[in-house]
Antibody
Framework: QVQLQESGPGLVKPSETLSLTCAVSGYSISSGYYWGWIRQPPGKGLEWIGSIYHSGSTYYNPSLKSRVTISVDTSKNQFSLKLSSVTAADTAVYYC????????????WGQGTLVTVSS | NFMLTQPHSVSESPGKTVTISCTGSSGSIASNYVQWYQQRPGSAPTTVIYEDNQRPSGVPDRFSGSIDSSSNSASLTISGLKTEDEADYYCQSYDSSNLVFGGGTKLTVL
């Protein structure tokens, strides 16, 4: 069974960089599939942030592209998210997920982690 | 930009049938698969329908999905409503490998 677990600071200051890691167990990232990040502001809907293949090929939400970097570390079987120049609008629950081989639907979700942007 | 529009909320009584719509802003919604996710409070979403009308194992056949090309919309239908079906439901599709979510529909079973 594929399991994903997000980790990282729960509080980030405005203008700084949000950094999260997703540890994957039960499946080797190197074996294929896309891996991604989705966020959900409190009381609001889901927003796709971006996706990455084990080779490093990425897709980013055009509205966030200038601030987002997603990377993969196959040796640690994990992938990461960096979101720069954060504001209060970036406060959200951040989910990591496994997508299908075409990167068009989500098969497995992490439990999510709340990141608050505040000074 | 491609967008998916859902009603903000729907409500129905236990045992009844409810349908949640998801309308595409442009192009043909039938061109790309639509998924439906259920999200209960405090939990991550789970898939109830994938590839327009396929149910993952473990999802009861009370859940069904369809596409209506004439209205450029997808629909999630839940029959024999149970109180446990009360949740937020999100449709999702994609545009050139960019995932797109609908705004979500809050289903109240009362």
């Amino acid at each position: 069974q594929v399991q994903l677990q997000e980790s990282g600071p729960g509080l980030v200051k405005p203008s700084e960089t949000l950094s999260l890691t997703c540890a994957v167990s039960g499946y080797s990232i190197s074996s294929g599939y896309y891996w991604g990040w989705i966020r959900q502001p409190p009381g609001k809907g889901l927003e796709w942030i971006g996706s990455i293949y084990h080779s490093g090929s990425t897709y980013y939400n055009p509205s966030l592209k200038s601030r987002v970097t997603i990377s993969v570390d196959t040796s640690k079987n994990q992938f990461s998210l960096k979101l720069s120049s954060v504001t209060a609008a970036d406060t959200a629950v951040y989910y990591c997920a496994r997508l299908d081989r075409e990167a068009v639907k989500i098969d497995y979700w992490g439990q999510g982690t709340l990141v608050t942007v505040s000074s | 930009n491609f967008m998916l529009t859902q009603p903000h909320s729907v409500s129905e009584s236990p045992g009844k049938t409810v349908t949640i719509s998801c309308t595409g802003s442009s192009g043909s919604i039938a061109s790309n698969y639509v998924q439906w996710y259920q999200q209960r409070p405090g939990s991550a979403p789970t898939t109830v329908i994938y590839e327009d009308n396929q149910r993952p194992s473990g999802v009861p056949d009370r859940f069904s999905g369809s596409i209506d090309s004439s209205s450029n919309s997808a629909s999630l239908t839940i029959s024999g409503l149970k109180t446990e079906d009360e949740a937020d439901y999100y449709c999702q599709s994609y545009d050139s490998s960019n995932l797109v979510f609908g705004g979500g529909t809050k289903l109240t079973v009362l």
